[in-house]
């Protein structure tokens, strides 16, 4: 919990854990119980030599997307802790069952999504345990939260920033901002609930529920670590530290993003072989053939139509799907 004085305070403290003033901690905390299952998060926590607010950068809630993850290694490496102001708290592997197991989308202990249990339960099981304490712990005492992600280990996606409006003016503002500044080519502006995105049980929505201004930031996908996919990630998180004023300098921006006022995830209602006609980054219009479903013995079974005009932001790569399975991602786009 944070037990300073607030945004500037002098230290913080997570998992009662703090750093000294210019320096790093790096520790293994334990995550759940005997009943509903053990494992651990790496946590780091680098201490500016200045006062200052405190940033936390999360990874691998997904634990087969490792482009966020290596980001945050390298972050936690090459970060000087003389020259910050205030506290960046790191957990690179959050889902550490999934990462261990190489699992996509859900927690191997018990078949949950973590991105969609948030805020969690205390007495839940493994990982609703787990995003309970990343509340308590890494989102209470933060100024800004990142979720980094990709796509996971059967997704291709083009890289987008996430917020979800909170309702609260100052909270999404903020939030908007740190997209804006982590500088990938697509915003997608969450219009909570009421939107067609199934966005309940996300970390960024009940961080912002609860005040914290959090971004989802999408970059890479398939499994695989390119090069270019982690500079792409660097880029955005040091943004964010100098837009927080924890870093010397301004954002600098390369991009003009486009915005997406919803995200639409096309499902398949049938169990079968997914062939996608689309790639992402594609512009589609409403009614546009974007895939074919196929039976097990290849035969076509029906087209799937683009359900309104956008832009595709993730696509199913993996042919195997099954009924209620999501085939890919569309970013609405207005007109
Ligand atoms: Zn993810």
Redesign the pocket.
Known sequence: MDNSAGPGGPVKTVFGLSAPLGGKVERLIPVGSQAVGQSFIPLVIIQGAKPGPTAAFVAG??GA?YVGIETLFRLSRDLKPAELAGTVVLVPIVNMPAFQTRRAFVCPIDEKNL?RVFPGRPDGTFTEVLAAALMAEVVGPADCLVDL??G?LVEDLTPFCLCEESGQADVDRRAMDLARVFDLPVIGLIRGHAGRWNSGGTLVAAAAAGGVPAIIA?VGGQGRLLEEDVERHRHGVMNVLRQMGMLPGWPTLTTAPVIVSDMIWPQSDVDGVFYPHVKVGERVRAGTVIGLLHDYFGNLIKPVHAPANGLVMFVTTSPAVMRHGTLMGIGVLEG
Do not use: A, P
Request: charged share 40%; net charge negative.
């Open positions: 809630v997904h997307e991105n992600h990709g996971d999408e």
